[in-house]
């Protein structure tokens, strides 16, 4: 990418755009849909813990008396205790994992105007997961949970309508549905408006706005958003250029195990433009996108190498091996759907 000055400065790969997870829309590329699910919520009638899809394997936790006792009160039609035992199910604790029971258990509840019931209910039918995948049920699940007022599930169908899931695609509702979200802080509808408002996807184009969502959903730990406010402050795009900003917000992004960000990271102290040049650096994030199987990395990665020691190269493999994921992204209401487009593959 070349600067506002003349020489190259990040070789950015192209930027992400709306939804997030594995498949991206860039652009205007509208496709087929593929779905992943994002469980972690806390709710009424005992703690819970995050859960990164339905098909975690279980664990017997040994409290028999306990999951009888919440059997006969969600046999009894207690509404809370529905909700709690579908979510037994569909983690598998304290029961064997039955997702076909977590959702008769989630329909019973929802059907009393459990919220948390209707948004589960209407992410296991969006996924097509204990139950026949039927996009118009979601959607009218989920809508019935975000006039409720989960934000989550706003964004959820902000992400349906976006794809035209269950409904007619429009960019406008889908804005409108993350709007209610992003309003209440939800990182990911945020990061999601930024989007919108960079492409002028129904709403106005309007970078600095963009860039002021993408910041809100960054400053939350989301590393796509971090990923997408770097790109902004490399190009000037609704920010002051700054390549300082644009490098820390791309080393944030990076330690998640962001793809591209490690890429940019990588490519930075390759050149030493904005830190000192560091081979061994470069080498070390070179090899993490690379390792996720991205072919540009790994050619830079071979770049680097022919310029490095044994002794370095011996450093920089440790660095690899000992490197793991921090996740800063903010705990809270992050039960969603990502329901992405097949496209172009992304981190």
């Known amino acids: 990418m070349e600067g506002a000055g003349g020489g190259v400065i990040f070789f950015l790969v192209p930027g992400e755009g ?78 064997a994992r039955d997702e076909e029971k977590a959702v008769a258990w989630y329909r019973k509840s929802a059907l009393q105007g ?92 309007d970078l600095a706005r963009s860039a002021e969502w993408l910041r809100k959903a960054a400053e939350q730990g989301k590393a796509q958003a971090q990923y997408r406010l770097g790109v902004a402050y490399n190009r000037g795009e609704g920010v002051p250029r700054d390549e300082v900003a644009a490098g820390e917000w791309f080393r944030k992004a990076a330690e998640q195990g962001h793809l591209r960000s490690q890429y940019n990271v990588g490519v930075i102290y390759s050149f030493g433009r904005v830190v000192p040049k560091d081979f061994v650096q470069a080498y070390m994030w070179f090899g993490l996108a690379a390792a996720k199987g991205d072919e540009l990395s790994s050619r830079k990665k071979g770049i680097v190498a022919a310029a490095m020691t044994p002794k370095q190269i011996a450093k920089a493999e440790k660095l690899i091996a000992a490197w793991r994921p921090t996740t800063t992204e903010t705990a809270g209401s992050t039960t969603e759907i990502t329901v992405t487009p097949a496209g172009q593959s992304t981190p």
């Open 114 to 205: 459990h919220a948390d019931a209707e948004l589960f209910l209407g992410i296991m039918t969006a996924l097509g997961r204990g139950t026949a995948w039927n996009d118009k049920d979601a959607v009218s699940w989920l809508r019935k949970a975000a006039d409720q007022g989960l934000p989550c599930a706003a964004y959820n169908m902000g992400v349906m309508i976006a794809n035209g899931r269950g409904v007619p695609r429009s960019f406008h509702e889908a804005a409108e549905w993350f709007q209610r979200a992003a309003d209440k802080g939800y990182a990911g509808a945020q990061y999601n408006l930024g989007i919108l408002y960079a492409h002028g996807r129904g709403v106005a184009r």
């Open 18 to 95: 709306l939804l997030v997870k594995r498949r991206t829309i860039i652009s205007g590329c509208m496709l087929p849909c593929l779905l992943a699910l994002i469980m972690s919520v806390s709710a009424g009638g005992f703690a819970r813990e995050g859960v990164a899809a339905p098909g975690t394997d279980g664990v017997h936790d040994g409290r028999t008396g306990e999951i009888e006792e919440l059997t006969r009160k969600a046999e009894a039609g207690d509404a809370q205790a529905q909700y709690d035992l579908g979510y037994r199910y569909a983690i598998g604790r304290g029961v």
